[in-house]
T-cell receptor, first 116, second 114 residues
Framework: GAGVSQSPSNKVTEKGKDVELRCDPI?????LYWYRQRLGQGLEFLIY????????KSGLPSDRFSAERTGESVSTLTIQRTQQEDSAVYLC??????????????FGEGSRLTVL | AQSVTQPDIHITVSEGASLELRCNYS??????LFWYVQSPGQGLQLLLK??????LVQGIKGFEAEFKRSQSSFNLRKPSVHWSDAAEYFC????????????FGAGTQVVVTP
């Protein structure tokens, strides 16, 4: 497809389990972002990948959260030992590096995580 | 501390009436400013942005926003709303050296009545 694709769209897990969320950015987009949206709240920045540069991990809430990106393609966000407070929608976005002038992030529809 | 405030959690407006959504920010310097819309079952979409220049910014879907430096505000307006404008609207800011690392407000839910 032409847009940012995320999977799974919904994930229910038990407290303490690990989960992996996947993001396929728009082809050719060098920048990739992960955000978290808790119920009734705005989005929180988690992590940012730009090309081959070291990722900006400044938004990750704890060391249970990690993310990887292979080149300029797929990214996975991993949450280890999930807690109930991790329940949220995890949104991925991508952009062209040059779109600092256009200033537009293209968001996927998100992965809704529910931790029981 | 940096913050983005959307004072109205929920707004109900009649179709055809005007709409104004408020956004105030607290930031060390003039940031980049954005409005995004999130419709049910869809991802977030950029409505408009302010980087510099003319303080009245035109966006998609007939929306506009005005940057007022003295009030640290970036309010969103539409002269005549359509039923399809029912959605959640988010104001966001970013530093000029990391424009994609957005700090979002909590959002304003807009309901449009016939």
């Amino acid at each position: 497809g032409a847009g940012v694709s995320q999977s799974p769209s919904n994930k229910v897990t038990e407290k303490g389990k690990d989960v992996e969320l996947r993001c396929d950015p728009i082809s050719g987009h060098t920048a990739l972002y992960w955000y978290r949206q808790r119920l009734g709240q705005g989005l929180e920045f988690l992590i940012y990948f730009q090309g081959n540069s070291a990722p900006d991990k400044s938004g990750l809430p704890s060391d249970r959260f990690s993310a990887e990106r292979t080149g300029e393609s797929v990214s996975t966000l991993t949450i280890q030992r999930t807690q109930q407070e991790d329940s949220a929608v995890y949104l991925c976005a991508s952009s062209l590096e040059s779109s600092a002038n256009t200033g537009e992030l293209f968001f996927g529809e998100g992965s809704r995580l529910t931790v029981l | 501390a940096q913050s983005v405030t959307q004072p109205d959690i929920h707004i109900t407006v009649s179709e055809g009436a005007s709409l104004e959504l408020r956004c105030n920010y607290s930031y060390g310097a003039t940031p980049y400013l954005f409005w995004y819309v999130q419709s049910p079952g869809q991802g977030l979409q950029l409505l408009l942005k302010y980087f510099s220049g003319d303080t009245l910014v035109q966006g998609i879907k007939g929306f506009e926003a005005e940057f007022k430096r003295s009030q640290s505000s970036f309010n969103l307006r539409k002269p005549s709303v359509h039923w399809s404008d029912a959605a959640e609207y988010f104001c966001a800011v970013a530093s000029t050296d990391s424009w994609g690392k957005l700090q979002f407000g909590a959002g304003t839910q807009v309901v449009v009545t016939p």
